[in-house]
């Protein structure tokens, strides 16, 4: 445990935070005002596209003030920033796209009310790719996103300016939303630690909806503990959300600490089995993010895991299922923005069919353009039984195939990504390549396991590189728990860029 005086106030993770609150180190208002600070100058990295600074002064005295009385909810006093896809009552919620520029939400999404309840202090609205489509952050409408590490290269997307600020110390912990990797690559690229949960975990109410059958917040932090601080306060039941899952609340950090049978401190991961899928090691994979993958494994044999080879047969299949049933499913949401009810209205139109066309046209960027249009394709007559539907059926499969590869293992492990976090504008105009890119996390999403980013260390120019971590439904403590031994045992996690 390390002591919270000791280090600068933006190194400290969540539960660095709540130690120095709670033993009067510092209060919630000198925290906020170094961080606000430290926003202020690293604008160019580009990750906050909102700063709420008034509202969090306010919101940082009124945590100090419960916490002098006693009073203090579990993440009092606690700053973050949260992924600009979820809606925020009375502050800009955009996207990522110029479609809801100036849109004001009446209402906060679940998963943010949730955190405030509990006393986190909200720094603002975080960058990301239009509607969540895209792999680098370089698809929102307000600009790019740059990797702390390395600002010529990308945090990986569709979270990346949750990624970049916590890696930069701008928020100890942040929200992102993951439907095919957003929260573990983003996380995996700029060497810190994020969680997706189970399907329906998190209430998906008050999130822009992407593709419902896949989109899932989750918290991205500095460790595996500050993952299970937030995610206990963020999930749970909500009725507004039809997919909500219907479980008790969850103390994911005690989770997380509860010992295995027959674990030992020197092995606790003793009889853990995990499975490695060889899918996930083919020849493309980049060698140091192999290295550094195999590595970490190894460091989890040693603390009493033992590996087991599984296959994943359907792994490469993934990308094109992912990608007909995410359009689909993104065609019919994005149907709403239509210039009457939300979003932007072309200035000059002619009739209703008119003003339809140039307001969509003007408000959407082209990567969700290119997806409405494949996602309208595969749904229409004649393609929906070849495309769609097959899809669908091989979703199915590949959930399936995890349920075999479960009885033989408790977790799965590989790479959160084929390579390390690559430089702005590298893939050109060729959409392609960055799909290849999602074939790790893509499977987990389709299934709707959990799925958790751990830092494994740097790869080729001192990037880092992520390992994933996947669970069978519900087994975030489990996940938690392996993520928090190998982080106790290694300091991959701790390390910042310059
Ligand atoms: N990269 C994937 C896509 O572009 C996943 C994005 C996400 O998880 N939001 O759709």
């Known amino acids: 445990m390390s002591d919270p005086t000791q280090r600068p106030l933006h190194d400290l993770g969540v539960a660095d935070v709540l130690r120095g609150l709670q033993a009067r180190a510092f209060s919630s208002a000198e925290l906020v005002d ?36 006693g009073r203090a909810g579990a993440l009092a006093g606690v700053p973050l920033a949260h992924k600009d896809i979820f809606v925020t009552r009375g502050h800009p919620s955009t996207a990522g796209s110029k479609m809801l520029a100036g849109y004001a939400s009446p209402f906060d999404a679940t998963v943010v009310a949730r955190l405030a309840e509990a006393g986190a202090v909200s720094l603002g609205k975080l960058n990301c790719d239009e509607f969540a489509m ?8 307000f600009g790019p996103v740059r990797n702390p590490w390395d600002t010529a290269r990308v945090p990986g997307g569709s979270s990346g300016g949750s990624a970049a600020a916590v890696a930069a110390g701008l928020v100890p912990a942040a929200t992102g939303t993951d439907t095919g990797g957003s929260i573990r690559q983003p996380a995996g690229f700029t060497g810190i630690t994020g969680i997706k949960p189970t399907y329906g975990v998190c209430s998906r109410y008050g ?18 503990e500050d993952c299970a601080l937030l995610l206990s306060a963020m999930s749970g039941f909500d009725e507004r959300d039809a997919t909500s899952a219907q479980r008790p609340p969850q103390d994911y950090a005690a989770a997380m600490r509860q010992p295995r049978d027959g674990a030992t401190a020197a092995q606790p991961l003793k009889g853990l089995r995990i499975g490695l899928p060889r899918e996930f090691f083919p020849a493309a994979l980049a060698a140091d993010v192999e290295g550094r993958v195999r590595e970490a494994l190894g460091q989890m044999e040693a603390l009493g895991a033992t590996l087991v080879d599984v296959s994943l047969p359907r792994t490469e299949l993934s990308i094109p299922v992912y990608y007909i049933i995410a359009p689909a499913e993104a065609s019919s949401n994005l149907s709403r923005f239509d210039g009457v009810r939300y979003g932007h ?6 009739d209703l069919q008119d003003m339809y066309r140039r307001s969509r046209s003007e408000g959407f960027g082209p990567e969700v353009k290119r997806r409405i249009m494949i996602g309208t394709y595969v749904l229409s007559h004649g393609y929906y039984d070849a495309y769609y539907l097959q899809a669908q059926k091989l979703r199915r499969m590949i959930a399936d195939d995890f349920q075999a590869c479960f009885q033989q293992c408790d977790l799965i492990a590989g790479p959160v990504a084929p390579s390390v976090a690559w430089k702005l504008g590298e893939q050109g105009e060729d959409p392609i390549q960055a799909y290849l890119a999602d074939i790790f996390t893509l499977p987990a999403s389709l299934a709707g396991l959990p799925g958790m980013s751990v830092p494994a260390g740097f790869g080729a120019q001192g990037m880092p590189v992520g390992l994933q971590l996947i669970g069978n439904y519900f087994a975030e403590g489990q996940l938690l728990h392996a993520a928090h031994a190998f982080q106790q045992a290694t300091d991959f996690h701790t390390r910042r860029p310059q």
Do not use: K
């Not at 709420?52 to 005295?61: F, K, L, S, V, Y």
């Open 207 to 224: 999130m822009i909806a992407f593709a419902s059958s896949l989109d899932q917040a989750g918290p991205m932090a500095r460790s595996a």
């Open 34 to 69: 170094h961080l606000l600070a430290r926003v202020a100058d690293a604008r160019e990295l580009g990750a906050f596209l909102h700063v709420d600074a008034d509202g969090a002064r306010q919101a940082a005295r009124a945590a100090d003030a419960a916490r002098a009385a």
């Open 345 to 350: 209205r072309a200035a000059q139109h002619g």
């Open 134 to 141: 895209g792999s680098a952050n370089e698809n929102s409408a």
